[in-house]
């Protein structure tokens, strides 16, 4: 009961806003009494509101009451420090679950302040306070509080841990260095300590350069994105801005060529509405002559018929018969037919540049290393495949383009297949036509792996693939297939083989065979011509650097050489 009281009164003399005893008191006019400063501090933050308030029963005053100093009060909190009271430690002051409690209070247990490594024990700062006045005290090893000041302790002998045992790499005491650890490289913790510290302040060091040179690359990095960011924004900018452009440009076109035929229809409607008046008004006169020669033929007068009848014939002789001819359902067909053409030819320009685009896109890599001490190796390109079925894998349909087949060149089965013809077909003029190479390229343009087989007939074939700007004009070197660095050629003989790049010619030897196989990587820049009969035999292999899309081409020797792309399954 008199710890209660003790209690009590340290309550009474405290400040329920600072929970200290109080310093300077002042009574409120409700009766409470405060710190000056705390209540002060309290009823700042109350100005706005115009009303002040007690922070215990909450009674408001207006206005601001003037703090008087309550004197009775005071002397007596003086008094009571002098006898030693002191208030009662704050809530937050006590130990909770998480902490480090003070082995030495009785009741309930305030923080610990300390942890003695020595004694070993933790402490408050009350029970801590020897430490730093009693001599053989103040030689102990004070540290942060800790909860395993037991681990400190040596299990078998009882004894702080002082030592530490380098063989076995564990914290030791005096007497398991003279026991189980003897003839072990044994030093003093704090000896080991300094040694790790050193140690430690080198790996700092290490790290601490490591974060600056990753804080360097970071920044490199954050520069590139904005690069990146600013590049695509300015290519979708233009990109917008070009396609924009075309679409005005055919919408203008759209709107003259709308304007021409709405004019010419206005112009033949008006020739064939001015004809059609013409017409009227003849009806109507030949209609009013009509009325005049059958009165005419009913006067009874025989003289006054035959003085009129001259003019009648006259009449009839000089009347013109018609000569209107009308073409049905054929005014303004052409000019459909000539949109349509162009919207064809817009198709393939689209089809074609468009997988140009996409690989460009594709082709944005930011070369970047792997912040670690070894980067990562670039993983190796995917194996060739070994049987036939593993190339069937990446077999592809590809057709042949019209548009590039020299005129002497016949397209069949849905353009799949190309035979050399005496007869000049009838192609329209095209800018990708071969004028002088009997040769044609796909339609389809080849960027990934890719597989087919071509099936020829005759005395000779090229089985090859081209970039799209190799050129078309003429029969020079620049044109041919192989004969350029704009193309890969594989000629096929019924006894040989000749593989033929930038002009330089291979010879090959392999089985004969009507059918060859062409694989191609394009990333990974392999281009693998095979004889395909019943087993499929390596002809030859090209490891280079394909900088643009590559489309399969097809050239015939003599009349009447096929060539066909395969359906493979």
């Known amino acids: 009961m008199a710890q209660k009281g003790v209690q009590l009164d340290r309550e009474s003399f405290s400040c329920s806003i600072c929970l200290d005893l109080l310093k300077d008191p002042v009574a409120l006019p409700c009766g409470h009494s405060y710190c000056r400063n705390c209540i002060k501090g309290f009823w700042d933050g109350e100005d ?49 679950a998480e902490d480090v409690a003070c082995d030495f209070c009785s009741g309930r247990k305030l923080k610990a302040f300390k942890s003695c ?9 009350k029970h801590l306070q020897p430490h730093y006045d009693v001599a053989p005290l103040k030689k102990h090893k004070l540290v942060e509080p800790s909860k395993n000041l037991q681990e400190n302790i040596c299990s078998l002998h009882d004894e702080v841990k002082k030592m530490f045992c380098r063989s076995d ?50 920044k490199l990095l954050q520069q590139e994105v904005e690069a990146i960011n600013q590049s695509a924004d300015k290519t979708v900018e233009h990109s917008e801005k070009i396609f924009t452009e075309l679409i005005r440009l055919l919408q203008k076109r759209s709107s003259e060529v709308k304007q021409q035929i709405r004019s010419q229809q206005e112009t033949e409607v008006s020739r064939v509405k001015e004809l059609q008046e013409k017409l009227e008004q003849e009806i109507t006169e030949l209609q009013r002559k009509d009325a005049e020669l059958q009165q005419l033929s009913h006067t009874e007068d025989h003289i006054q018929f035959l003085q009129n009848c001259p003019s009648v014939s006259a009449l009839r002789e000089s009347t013109p018969s018609s000569s209107i001819k009308i073409r049905p359902l054929r005014h303004f067909e052409a000019v459909t037919a000539a949109v349509s053409e162009l919207r064809e030819k817009l198709q393939d320009i689209l089809r074609e540049e468009w997988t140009n685009i996409s690989l460009r896109v594709t082709e944005v890599d930011v070369l970047l290393q ?43 089965e849905g353009n799949r297949k190309v035979t050399l013809m005496e007869q000049t077909q009838s192609y329209s003029d095209h800018p990708d036509r071969f004028t002088g190479c009997q040769q044609v390229l796909s339609r389809e343009s080849l960027t990934g792996r890719s597989y087919w087989e071509v099936e020829w007939g005759g005395l000779g074939v090229g089985v090859s693939v081209a970039y799209k700007n190799i050129s078309r004009a003429g029969d020079g070197n620049e044109c041919r297939f192989g004969r350029n660095d704009k193309s890969w050629a594989l000629y096929c003989n019924p006894n040989s083989y000749t593989f033929i790049y930038n002009n330089k010619k291979t010879s090959i030897s392999g089985p004969e065979s009507s059918r060859v196989g ?51 399954e």
């Open 48 to 96: 706005q509101k115009g009303i002040h308030s007690c922070p215990q029963c909450r009674k408001t005053f207006i206005p601001r009451p003037v703090l008087g100093k309550n004197t009775m009060l005071a002397a007596l909190v003086e008094q009571l420090k002098k006898t030693g009271l002191q208030a009662a430690p704050a809530d937050h002051c006590y130990a909770g």
């Open 117 to 125: 490594l020595t004694c070993p024990a933790s402490y408050c700062e």
């Open 169 to 218: 790499q564990k914290s030791i005491c005096y007497l398991c260095s003279l026991d189980e650890h003897k003839g072990h490289d044994t030093v003093s913790a704090a000896a080991e300590r300094t040694e790790r510290q050193r140690e430690l302040e080198g790996s700092r060091q290490q790290i601490q350069q490591r974060v600056q040179d990753r804080e360097k690359d970071v």
């Open 370 to 412: 792997e912040p670690e001490p070894e980067p990562e190796p670039e993983p190796e390109p995917e194996p060739e495949p070994k049987s036939r079925a593993g190339f069937l894998k990446y077999s592809c349909e590809i057709k042949l383009d019209p548009n590039t087949a020299n005129r002497k060149l016949l397209l069949s």
């Open 518 to 568: 062409v694989y191609l990587d394009h990333r990974a820049g392999i281009l693998s011509f095979y004889s395909v009969s019943g087993a499929m035999t390596l002809l030859h292999r090209v490891q280079t650097t394909f900088t643009q899309p590559l489309y399969a081409g097809i050239y015939l020797y003599y009349y009447g050489d096929t060539a066909e792309l395969c359906k493979v």
